[in-house]
């Protein structure tokens, strides 16, 4: 049982290291992912634009637009130009912005709050930052900000102002959005060129297949400010860096800088980052266990990615919820392990097989003892609700208020069987067969060693694409939101189609031209039905009409600038970014506190009594309740109502008449006084006391 074999690099057998390809190579991959890049840009700016005539809203039908969390990330953004705008200084404002984030009464009140720990907003902190600078710059050297463009538009509703151009926040905001889209397009170039030993028409493959699938890919185009617009697009560049590490034999600082600067660049932006490095990390793990990547090695790589997350933890003032995640704890684990690695070899009383799985064993269980430790010794519960909703999963009777806000709605639920249109492109069925071939390349010598393809040592970097893959797919058909992580994958599945290490033992000689061939017929097979999907996206109009919420936010615009509003998570995002007074909920979910908060109010939604639903709302120093008529009655599958979670708990008050359809007639309550109804809406005033 000697140590992991030290593996020669892909790089070396072909010439040599990493990245020493000539230039006129690299320069032609570089190009090619720049075009692949601006074009994806356009793209989405062309989708976005048609899907809410984007161009002819005013800001605040551009902001209603983003529901629900995209609201309340981009309120934040607002809130630190506002706080540059009421400050001659740079510095001055750079600091009462930062300060407002640190200490936040307006998005919990009345409680205080550090928002940069509890929440992902460095991307509007430095969007912020970047548009002020461009504002400042522009004045000294030109006597002008950045420039914009404003023009009247004639509707239906009169005529209306509005602008676009840098020189406008929300656009200058959604405009970075689609650039860093670019980004990703040319990480997914570059990442299936170097994946398929830098074959120029793999890049071109993986993007001609994205265009193929695209709104299965992605869907930024209808949710600019979700975190997952800001971190995804430097995923790519993570499994690039990683790679290089896996197949390269360079011990320096280059290779294990380039892990540390693109998990730091992944994981700030997004809380839910750290669960794909998890499954990296188990997948790097498991490859060093069957010996195809050594101690050292693997060592760099864990390093790295453990250092950015504890970049990330320290930039978010400490965040508990990074702290204490499984990617850290098995981090920890996996390094304090490897120096001791020799003891397990040393024991000849067991096999290979025996000492992978005791090996295995003992570092997963190390994992969630080390966790479960800090836990408890922290005192978090922050996400308790992410192991219940995995639960939820295999026990449907699991009846929790928590989980079934998630997994009623579509996007937490299973991969669903429309998904797997994606054959229809011939994307699945192909990335189906090369993940076969991979397997029968890598790992079937490892399993059945009679069966060993070649003499060769497996390469590392080909097991951990497949190993992902899996991964990926296991993630995307628990919780749908995560499809993007597996479609990324097929890409680079589908990419090394022109590469000789996927068909080695396959063929006994294979020319360049026959893969060339393969890729084309590919290609082409999934045209019929890619520009397709890609004139229906093309085609796709829309027009954003949001009239009552409008209406609700003039509302609350007109209401004391120390009113606080209660309702529906969704609705109270929209009155702190548009209206700019405080809510007592919010949809950042990520806390036991808020959950314990919307678990008190959502009791307006369900059969309890007024002074039931006034009590909580009382003791958060609640000014308005907002009633969202669409969350109230039956309008939804049983179990996915608000108020069936609320019977199951509360039998005693099922009896009760729904609290929110009251309102829907003259009703009057002592505790409560209807202030506000245009049908949609209502907004009940909360009585400090009981009226007579």
Same mark, same amino acid.
């Given at each position: 049982?000697?140590?992991?074999?030290?593996?020669?690099?892909?790089?070396?057998?072909?010439?040599?290291?990493?990245?020493?390809?000539?230039?006129?190579?690299?320069?032609?991959?570089?190009?090619?992912?720049?075009?692949?890049?601006?074009?994806? +840009?356009?793209?989405?700016?062309?989708?976005?634009?048609?899907?809410?005539?984007?161009?002819?809203?005013?800001?605040?039908?551009?902001?209603?637009?983003?529901?629900?969390?995209?609201?309340?990330?981009?309120?934040?953004y607002k809130d630190m130009l506002t706080a540059f705008r009421t400050h001659p200084s740079?510095?001055?404002?750079?600091?009462?912005?930062?300060?407002?984030?640190?200490?936040?009464?307006?998005?919990?009140?009345?409680?205080?709050i550090n928002v940069l720990q509890r929440f992902n907003i460095y991307p509007e902190v430095i969007l912020a930052v970047v548009h002020e600078l461009g504002n400042r710059v522009g004045e000294a050297l030109f006597g002008h900000g950045l420039p914009k463009t404003c023009y009247d538009v004639t509707t239906q509703d009169g005529v209306l102002h509005t602008c676009q151009g840098p020189g406008d926040p929300l656009d200058f905001y959604v405009r970075t959005v689609f650039l860093l889209q670019g980004v990703l397009s040319a990480g997914i170039f570059l990442l299936c060129w170097y994946a398929a030993d830098e074959?120029?028409?793999?890049?071109?493959?993986?993007?001609?297949?994205?265009?193929?699938?695209?709104?299965?890919?992605?869907?930024?185009?209808?949710?600019?400010?979700?975190?997952?617009?800001?971190?995804?697009?430097?995923?790519?560049?993570?499994?690039?860096?990683?790679?290089?590490?896996?197949?390269? #034999?360079?011990?320096?600082?280059?290779?294990?800088?380039?892990?540390?600067?693109?998990?730091?660049?992944?994981?700030?932006?997004?809380?839910?980052?750290?669960?794909?490095?998890?499954?990296?990390?188990?997948? %790097?793990?498991?490859?060093?266990?069957? #010996?195809?990547? #050594?101690?050292?090695?693997?060592?760099?790589?864990?390093?790295?990615?453990?250092?950015?997350?504890?970049?990330?933890?320290?930039?978010?003032?400490?965040?508990?919820? %990074?702290?204490?995640?499984?990617?850290?704890?098995?981090?920890? !684990?996996?390094?304090?392990?490897?120096?001791?690695?020799?003891?397990s070899h040393t024991i000849d009383m067991y096999s290979a097989w025996s000492r992978r799985i005791i090996v295995g064993g003992l570092v997963s269980l190390s994992t969630i003892g080390l966790k479960a430790l800090w836990a408890v010794a922290l005192n978090m519960k922050d996400d308790t609700h992410i192991i219940d909703i995995l639960r939820s999963k295999w026990d449907r009777s699991l009846q929790d208020f928590h989980v079934q806000l998630y997994v009623c709605a579509p996007e937490?639920?299973?991969?669903?069987?429309?998904?797997?249109?994606?054959?229809?492109?011939?994307?699945?069925? !192909?990335?189906?067969?090369?993940? !076969?071939?991979?397997?029968?390349?890598?790992?079937?010598?490892?399993l059945v060693p009679p069966l060993k393809v070649d003499e060769s040592q497996p390469r590392a970097d080909l097991g951990y694409i497949l190993v992902q893959a899996v991964w990926f797919f296991v993630m995307a058909a628990l919780i749908m939101r995560l499809k993007m992580f597996f479609v990324l994958m097929l890409f680079v599945l589908v990419a090394l189609i022109p590469s000789n290490q996927l068909?080695?033992?396959?063929? +006994?000689?294979?020319r360049p031209s026959q893969l060339y061939i393969y890729a084309a017929v590919f290609l082409l097979v999934g045209s019929f039905a890619g520009r397709a999907n890609i004139m229906e996206q093309l085609t796709r109009n829309g027009e954003?009409?949001?009239?009552?919420?409008?209406?609700?936010?003039?509302?609350?615009?007109?209401?004391?600038?120390?009113?606080?509003?209660?309702?529906?998570?969704?609705?109270?995002?929209?009155? +702190?970014?548009s209206a700019a007074r405080p809510i007592v909920n919010h949809p950042h979910y990520e806390d036991v506190g808020i959950r314990d908060r919307t678990y008190n109010i959502y009791k307006s939604m369900g059969h309890f009594p007024d002074d039931v639903v006034?009590?909580?709302?009382?003791?958060?120093?609640?000014?308005?309740?907002?009633?969202?008529?669409?969350?109230?009655?039956?309008?939804?599958?049983?179990?996915?109502?608000?108020?069936? !979670?609320?019977?199951?708990?509360?039998?005693?008050?099922?009896?009760?008449?729904?609290?929110?359809?009251?309102?829907?007639? #003259?009703?009057?309550? +002592?505790?409560f006084t209807k202030v506000f109804d245009n049908g949609d809406f209502k907004v009940l005033r909360v009585e400090t006391s009981p009226q007579p």
């Open positions: 049982h000697g140590k992991a074999a030290v593996r020669p690099p892909a790089d070396e057998a072909r010439g040599g290291p990493a990245w020493r390809s000539s230039l006129v190579g690299v320069g032609l991959a570089l190009l090619l992912a720049t075009i692949a890049g601006s074009i994806h +840009k356009s793209y989405v700016e062309t989708l976005f634009e048609n899907e809410r005539y984007y161009s002819a809203l005013t800001d605040t039908e551009r902001e209603l637009a983003f529901r629900s969390e995209q609201a309340l990330y981009y309120s934040y740079f510095i001055g404002g750079f600091a009462a912005g930062m300060s407002n984030l640190l200490y936040n009464n307006v998005t919990e009140h009345p409680a205080s074959s120029l028409i793999a890049g071109i493959i993986a993007i001609i297949t994205l265009y193929f699938n695209f709104t299965e890919f992605t869907r930024v185009m209808w949710t600019p400010p979700l975190r997952e617009s800001f971190a995804f697009p430097f995923l790519p560049f993570q499994l690039l860096a990683v790679l290089w590490n896996l197949r390269s #034999d360079r011990t320096g600082w280059l290779p294990w800088l380039a892990v540390y600067t693109s998990t730091v660049l992944f994981a700030l932006p997004w809380q839910f980052a750290q669960f794909a490095l998890f499954t990296q990390a188990t997948a %790097l793990f498991g490859l060093h266990l069957l #010996d195809l990547i #050594d101690g050292p090695r693997l060592r760099r790589i864990f390093t790295a990615v453990l250092l950015g997350l504890l970049t990330v933890w320290l930039l978010q003032v400490g965040s508990l919820f %990074l702290l204490l995640s499984f990617i850290v704890a098995f981090d920890l !684990v996996v390094l304090i392990y490897l120096p001791f690695e020799e003891l937490f639920d299973f991969l669903s069987a429309e998904y797997y249109t994606l054959s229809v492109t011939g994307l699945l069925p !192909v990335a189906a067969g090369i993940a !076969v071939l991979l397997f029968r390349r890598v790992f079937l010598g490892i068909w080695t033992g396959l063929f +006994k000689k294979i954003f009409q949001n009239f009552p919420l409008l209406q609700l936010i003039e509302f609350a615009r007109g209401q004391p600038a120390a009113a606080s509003f209660a309702g529906s998570m969704p609705i109270t995002a929209a009155i +702190k970014c006034w009590e909580h709302l009382h003791e958060l120093n609640t000014t308005y309740l907002i009633i969202d008529q669409s969350w109230c009655g039956h309008t939804r599958e049983y179990g996915c109502n608000v108020r069936d !979670v609320y019977d199951v708990h509360y039998p005693e008050y099922v009896r009760e008449e729904e609290f929110c359809l009251k309102w829907s007639r #003259d009703y009057h309550s +002592k505790y």
